[in-house]
């Protein structure tokens, strides 16, 4: 079973990536790629609000990538023990980034970096 518990690339590679079946393609001569940048999930009280914006832009986008640039989670934020954080460390974030994605069936990467 997966579980969040394990390491965000544990996880990725063991959990989500074994899911994927199907070949990314053009539709209709298009390929559409969202970008969300610097989400920073883990620094502010608000990331159950990022993540209901993150789903709107999907119902909205319908790509066929989403991209995760730059400070996805930030684990050193002020309000740490606040968010995400105290659900799973660094890894309770990752499954809170990544879970509008997952639940609606979107094809995902990530970059890391700043």
């Not at 965000?8 to 063991?14: A, D, H, K, N, V």
Request: hydrophobic content about 40%; some cysteine; overall charge neutral.
């Amino acid at each position: 079973a997966c579980h969040m518990l394990l390491s965000p690339l544990i996880w990725l590679f063991s959990c989500l990536l074994p899911a994927i079946s199907e070949p990314l393609y053009f539709r209709n001569g298009s390929f559409k790629i969202l970008q969300f940048a610097d989400l920073h999930y883990g620094a502010s009280l608000y990331d159950d609000i990022t993540a209901e914006q993150q789903r709107s832009l999907l119902s909205i986008e319908n790509p066929d990538l989403v991209v995760l640039t730059g400070d996805n989670i930030a684990p050193n934020g002020p309000l740490r023990y606040k968010n995400c954080l105290r659900d799973g460390g660094s890894s309770g974030c990752w499954h809170a980034m990544v879970q509008p994605m997952v639940k609606l069936g979107y094809r995902w990467a990530a970059i890391f970096g700043g």
